[in-house]
Structures are given as C-alpha cells and as structure tokens.
C-alpha cells in the first residue's frame, strides 16, 4: 500500500507540472500571438516599411491596387520623406469587423493636425499550427492630382519629376504628407502639401502657382532701368525709341535735360503658355529755357508726366531679353 500511496503522489505531481507547463505554454503562444502576430504588428510592419522608404514591401503588406499614376514617390527618399511629418503614432488593440476581419485605429498628428487611419485586417493560415498571421484587406492607392503654371517640371517630397503639358497624377502610400513645388532661377511656385491618411478620401487637386523668382523681376527691371537712363541721356525733346516726349511751339534756347523720376513697376504673369510683361509707365521730367516767339522773353520750362509703353519678354532656358517697345 506504501508503495501504491507514493506512486500515486509522484504521479499527481507530474501531472500538476504537465498542467502547469501546457498553462504556462498556452499563456506563453498567447502573449506571443498578440505582440509577434496579431493584427496590430502587420500594421506596424507597415508603417515602418513606409518609414524606411521600402515601398515594394509595404505594398506587398497592404495588398493594395496600383491605378495609373506616376511612382516618384512609391519607393525610396520620396516615400521615406512623406513620414518625417507623421508624428505620435499610436496602435490601438484590434477589435472586431464584419466577415471575421479585424480593425486596426492607428492615431498621428501631421504638422500638429490629428488624424487617424483605419486599417482592415482578415486572418490568414496558422504559423506552427499556434501562431496567427494577418493579411491587409487590398484597397487601392490614392493619388494626388498636379498641375504647373508654364512648366514641365516640378518635385515631390524633393524628387525630379516630370510635368507633360503642366500636368501628372501621382500614386501615394498613406498614411503620408507629400509636398509639392516648382523651382528654377526664373520661376518658382511656393510649396503645397497635401496630406493624405485613407484611400477613400478624395485628395484636393494642386495648382502650383508659378511665377517669376526675385532674381528674374531684378534682371528684367534693371534692363528697363538702363533702358530709360539711355533715353534720358538724349538731350532733345522727343528722345530716339523712347517712351517719353516733349513739344513746344517757342524756340529752345538752352540744352533739355531729361531726368526719371519714377521707375515702371515690373510684373509678369503667364499668358498662352508664354511669360509676358504688363503695360509699363515711366514717369519723366524734362527742363530746358525756352524764347518766346512773340515776346522774346525767356523762361525756364520744367515739367513731369507719365509716359507708357510696353516690353517683349523672350526668355530661353536662363537667357533672359527684354525688348522696348514705343508707339508714337
């Protein structure tokens, strides 16, 4: 009987520590299922593939649809840069969906804006017979409509692109901020971002307004200014090519001098896919002693006015020409 007691307790007691063990086990493929492969990691796979700039493995984790578009920014610095401005990211637990699905609320701020995106998850085929695995519902990529002013060039979280006939449509990742501008010496267009956190939400359109850089506007006026001084230097009533004139039915009796007195405002804004020149106003003062014909007496004449005229604006790659033009 002794003998029967004591088998019986060594046996209860390896039972206890196989309960034990298969608890500890089913605790231990519990916890690690959660955090290794719940729902939640896929999504945090995800954002850091976003992170990293690696778009052929984040597409492969969203299972999302490509529709036409330009990929500047699916892949590599572009991609990594529409991250830099996602910031407190937070992964909430999975709570169920429709169809056996799982949702996932991921929150962020972008330049201090809450957002929030929703991610969609199914579950997949057991790892190891215990463990979980979690695909993407597949959606379909949003993309951001771009147009430029006069340019078939433009950039995309600082990537080169091209622009056909001032326009292109490019397919972004989300959650992601993407800036948008245009720059050369001549022309620059002020950055727009767009931030985009779903592929459900229509992204506004960007119409990059171009426009002349402060180099071009300082070329062109300084062009008009040496213009104008060379008209001014011309010591007679109605200078050569020149928009200002004088006239006067007495005899001139003394050297006229001609001086600027205001410079023309330059502005140039596009017009039939060209850069033109608005309508320029000098205003000019001219002294000079006259003799009356009657009388003979001499007098001092010194008068200013506005005179109007207009420019050509031609402009090849970074050559810049500026042409004058005066109707009499």
């Known amino acids: 009987m002794k003998n029967g007691t004591q088998l019986?307790?060594?046996?209860?007691?390896?039972?206890?520590?196989?309960?034990?063990?298969?608890?500890?086990?089913?605790?231990?493929?519990?916890?690690?299922?959660s955090s290794s492969f719940g729902p939640q990691k896929t999504v945090q796979n995800y954002l850091t593939a976003l992170k990293d700039g690696n778009g052929a493995k984040a597409l492969g984790l969203l299972q999302a649809r490509v529709p036409a578009g330009n990929a500047a920014v699916l892949d590599g610095p572009g991609l990594a840069k529409s991250q830099q401005a996602v910031k407190d990211v937070k992964i909430d637990d999975p709570v169920n969906a429709a169809n056996n699905q799982k949702s996932v609320h991921v929150s962020y701020t972008v330049g201090g804006t809450s957002l929030a995106t929703d991610f969609k998850l199914a579950p997949g085929p057991k790892h190891w017979l215990f463990f979980d695995s979690w695909t993407m519902v597949p959606t379909t990529l949003p993309t951001v409509n771009v147009s430029v002013v006069n340019a078939n060039q433009a950039s995309i979280n600082g990537v080169a692109v091209n622009m056909p006939d001032g326009k292109n449509s490019f397919t972004v990742f989300y959650p992601g901020s993407y800036e948008v501008e245009y720059r050369s010496a001549l022309f620059a267009a002020p950055p727009v971002t767009r931030t985009?956190?779903?592929?459900?939400t229509s992204v506004p359109a960007v119409a990059l307004a171009t426009g002349p850089t402060s180099e071009l506007l300082a070329q062109v006026d300084g062009t008009i200014h040496k213009y104008l001084d060379a008209c001014a230097k011309q010591a007679v009533l109605m200078p050569s090519n020149c928009p200002m004139s004088a006239a006067t039915d007495n005899r001139v009796t003394s050297a006229v001098t001609w001086t600027v007195v205001e410079y023309p405002d330059v502005n140039i804004s596009p017009y039939g896919g060209k850069w033109v020149l608005a309508p320029l106003t000098v205003k000019a003062q001219v002294a000079y002693q006259e003799q009356d014909l009657?009388?003979?007496?001499?007098?001092?004449?010194?008068?200013?006015?506005?005179?109007?005229?207009?420019?050509?604006?031609?402009?090849?790659?970074?050559?810049?020409?500026?042409?004058?033009?005066?109707?009499?």
Request: net charge negative; hydrophobic share 55%; no cysteine.
């Open 294 to 328: 009657f009388t003979g007496l001499i007098s001092d004449v010194k008068t200013a006015e506005d005179f109007g005229f207009t420019a050509k604006l031609s402009i090849d790659g970074s050559t810049v020409d500026v042409t004058p033009v005066v109707s009499y």
């Open 8 to 33: 019986i307790k060594i046996g209860a007691a390896w039972l206890l520590i196989l309960m034990l063990a298969i608890a500890a086990a089913i605790v231990t493929i519990t916890m690690v299922n």
């Open 196 to 200: 985009v956190s779903n592929p459900l």
